[in-house]
């Protein structure tokens, strides 16, 4: 389901950039309690095997992981059953220190480690998924025709720096404008973002803005995204009471 919200909502991020001719971005929530539904462990060489997780939400995470000691394909594999015996369906909360104690002793005790502090990475990790596009349109505002000012926006303006904007939007308000200093980054501090909710479904939401100018048209700005969201609030719920 997630990965379908994801394909329509970086869509709609191209979308609401060549609407406003401004930077957009778009980011999802994902589910809460987020666990681990399967382990593979596969060989790589002698000396190294990679592990696949696949993830509650059907994302695929994968890394490459050294080998201390010399194993087997056969180690590996029964290291695999042990793990997907013991701790697929539990969130990170459930991982308890008793819990990976047992797995230890039933497997390889030197890569059960290792393997946890990956997976608990993953269950702890911030559940958005970003899009950031258009960021080259901010060339054509008056603002930025100044190459080095330009140039160093450009190269500030990523997902990183987005993602940390949903802290400074408030529970009780759908639609929110900060302007230079009320920024909560220091990277957009010269800049206004304008910025709405949408409804996801099962609880979930996500947010969808713009980054340009403090002179920006806001007006227009806030009714595009305004209108945008309803919409995409309406296909993304029908899109998951059909996928139920």
């Known amino acids: 389901k997630m990965q379908e919200v994801d394909k329509v909502v970086s869509q709609v991020g191209k979308l609401v950039s060549q609407m406003t001719n401004l930077p957009a971005y778009a980011m999802a929530?994902?589910?809460?309690?987020?666990?681990?539904?399967?382990?593979?462990?596969?060989?790589?060489?002698?000396?190294?095997?990679?592990?696949?997780?696949?993830?509650?939400?059907?994302?695929?995470?994968?890394?490459?992981?050294?080998?201390?000691?010399?194993?087997?394909?056969?180690?590996l594999k029964l290291l695999g059953a042990v793990l997907n015996a013991?701790?697929?369906?539990?969130?990170?909360?459930?991982?308890?220190?008793?819990?990976?104690?047992?797995?230890t002793r039933s497997a390889a005790a030197s890569l059960v480690p290792v393997i946890?502090?990956?997976?608990?990475?993953?269950?702890?990790?911030e559940r958005s998924e970003v899009y950031m596009t258009g960021q080259a349109r901010l060339l054509g505002q008056p603002e930025y025709h100044d190459i080095d000012k330009a140039q160093k926006m450009l190269t500030t303006l990523d997902e990183d720096v987005v993602s940390n904007l949903p802290a400074a939007l408030s529970s009780d308000s759908r639609t929110q404008i900060l302007v230079g200093p009320e920024n909560v980054s220091k990277e957009l501090r010269d800049t206004s973002v304008v910025m709405t909710k949408f409804d996801i479904g099962d609880g979930m939401q996500g947010l969808i803005g713009v980054v340009g100018?403090?002179?920006?048209?806001?007006?227009?700005?806030?009714?595009?995204?305004?209108?945008?969201?309803e919409n995409l609030s309406n296909v993304l719920s029908d899109m998951l009471k059909k996928n139920e």
């Open 29 to 75: 929530a994902r589910p809460a309690g987020l666990t681990a539904r399967r382990f593979d462990l596969i060989l790589a060489d002698s000396g190294s095997f990679i592990l696949v997780v696949m993830l509650s939400d059907s994302s695929v995470k994968n890394k490459l992981i050294r080998l201390p000691v010399e194993l087997t394909e056969q180690d």
């Open 116 to 125: 946890m502090d990956f997976v608990t990475t993953l269950l702890h990790q």
């Open 86 to 103: 013991s701790v697929t369906e539990l969130t990170a909360d459930q991982l308890t220190p008793e819990l990976l104690s047992r797995v």
């Open 213 to 229: 100018p403090t002179r920006m048209d806001y007006g227009k700005v806030v009714a595009v995204l305004k209108c945008v969201s």
